[in-house]
């Protein structure tokens, strides 16, 4: 079954909100998208340089073309910049009901008005009334409701003035207002909820239009308006965390983030089921397994913690001669690793695997000839106030340790251990691939040692950029 949606909004030549994040949306959640276009701006990350209307007949035009032949199962409206323009789209929706999401856009994250005051107020009279869904910022909400929302308790109160003119849920949404946590105000009948994430740093041009575009998606997907609000939250909360820059300005949040961290889990499972068999055949590997055994571990891209991390639950041991791992890769099978390899990423680089193994002088010895970049961090200098925080060691020893090779990017992080803590040593890389190759050099450079002549000159392996 193919599920539709339509959006109803303007281009935004920046590709970063509008028509294209609702697209990027649309796709993410596996929904065939509609168009309907309001205004084609002249936009970038610093400014909207220009807008261009389209006629309110080329609109309807355009409504009546795809509703005739395509169909959709849910609709939004982002910008709608005249009068006339809502006139026609309240027109149709009253002729044709369908579940629709009303994003009240008002103006760009760069500060330029889409929209005038007639169209603003047509917007209330005539459109939120066909509501099931309106999703205003707390700039939008104080203008639709005739009161400044400051605070939570002014978020509720507009909640309720917007509702009473007809719609069915509205959702204020809490970005702009401050405090550590962005509380969100669903207002349904009555009924008050709050939806509450952590405040993430990131991009957020065309917030807005993905989380009411992902809010479309789900209704057009079957699921129930408060269920779709729901996941909504959830789907842009990790949009703006993996937002990245793409001009000199306002930083677009990343809606294909969903996207491609779902579709990566079979991939990586597979790399590390391959990377694993070429370790098995690797002769001279199981004198470097640690006390407490070794992982090989890989993230999906994007992830949001170590439930996105896939290793081994049995880890890897010495097994006959050579090493086993005796189960198949799982996602969230190794906190240790998974803490190392996604503050890396929190720090920018590019390192979604690792293995660990047991240190020795020997062999950081070798990594440092062979030309990695060996980061270090000495475990007894951890600070009393991490040392209480549960799982805060990892990440603050990962920190010092890119620290100690001046923020570069490592090949390899190693530590001597603590009282109770057993040494180690992390081989990282792009995925388990690299990481083998890297062990295939180590260990024959090792090897090489130990017959009494180096296997490789140093800075003969090729290191990353």
């Known amino acids: 079954m193919v599920y539709k949606a339509l959006t109803i909004a303007g281009s935004d030549s920046g590709g970063g909100a509008g028509i294209q994040a609702d697209l990027k949306t649309f796709h993410a959640l596996e929904v065939y998208g509609l168009t309907v276009i309001t205004a084609v701006t002249a936009q970038n990350t610093v400014e909207v340089r220009d807008v261009y209307p389209l006629p309110a007949e080329f609109v309807r035009c355009q409504l009546e073309t795809v509703a005739y032949d395509i169909g959709f199962d849910s609709a939004k409206t982002g910008m709608i910049y005249s009068g006339e323009q809502v006139d026609v789209i309240a027109g149709f929706f009253y002729e044709n009901p369908k579940p629709l999401v009303v994003d009240p856009v008002f103006r760009a994250a760069v500060g330029a008005d889409l929209t005038t005051s007639r169209a603003y107020e047509a917007l209330k009279r005539k459109l939120i009334p066909l509501a099931t869904v309106v999703t205003p910022n707390i700039d939008e909400a104080s203008i639709i409701a005739g009161f400044k ?59 807005g239009c993905s989380f009411s575009a992902a809010i479309t998606a789900y209704i057009a997907r079957g699921l129930p308006v408060d269920e779709s609000i729901d996941r909504a939250k959830e789907f842009i909360v990790d949009a703006i965390r993996f937002s990245e820059p793409v001009g000199k300005g306002v930083k677009p949040v990343n809606p294909l983030a969903t996207l491609y961290r779902d579709s990566g889990r079979f991939e990586v499972i597979s790399m590390l089921e391959e ?111 991490i040392k209480r925080v549960e799982g805060a060691t990892i990440p603050w020893g990962i920190r010092r340790a890119v620290e100690s090779i001046g923020g570069s990017r490592p090949d390899v992080i190693y530590h001597t251990g603590d009282w109770g803590k ?44």
């Open 149 to 207: 929302v400051e605070n939570l308790s002014d978020a509720v109160r507009a909640a309720e003035a917007i509702a009473e003119l007809g719609c069915g849920v509205v959702v204020v949404k809490g970005g702009h207002l401050r405090g550590d946590r962005v509380v969100d105000v669903v207002y349904r009948r009555g009924r008050v909820r709050f939806l509450e994430s952590a405040r993430v740093e990131g991009g957020t041009h065309g917030a």
């Open 275 to 385: 990377a694993l068999a070429r370790i098995e055949r690797l002769e001279g590997f199981s004198k470097l397994i640690p006390e407490v055994r070794s992982n090989l571990v890989m993230s999906l891209p994007y992830p949001r913690g170590s439930e996105d991390v896939a290793g081994f639950p049995s880890r890897i041991s010495p097994y006959r001669g050579g090493v086993k791992a005796f189960s198949k890769p799982e996602f969230g099978a190794s906190r240790h690793l998974a803490r190392a390899i996604l503050e890396l990423q929190k720090l920018g680089f590019d390192i979604r695997s690792a293995i660990n193994l047991r240190y020795s002088e020997e062999l950081v010895e070798a990594c440092r000839r062979l030309g990695f970049r060996v980061g270090f961090y000495d475990r007894r200098e951890e600070p009393e106030d």
């Open 422 to 465: 057993e040494p180690m040593v992390l081989i990282l890389g792009r995925d388990p691939f690299e990481v083998v190759d890297r062990l295939e050099v180590i260990v024959k450079a090792i090897s090489g040692d130990r017959r009494g002549g180096a296997s490789d000159t140093p800075g003969s392996y090729h290191r990353s950029s």
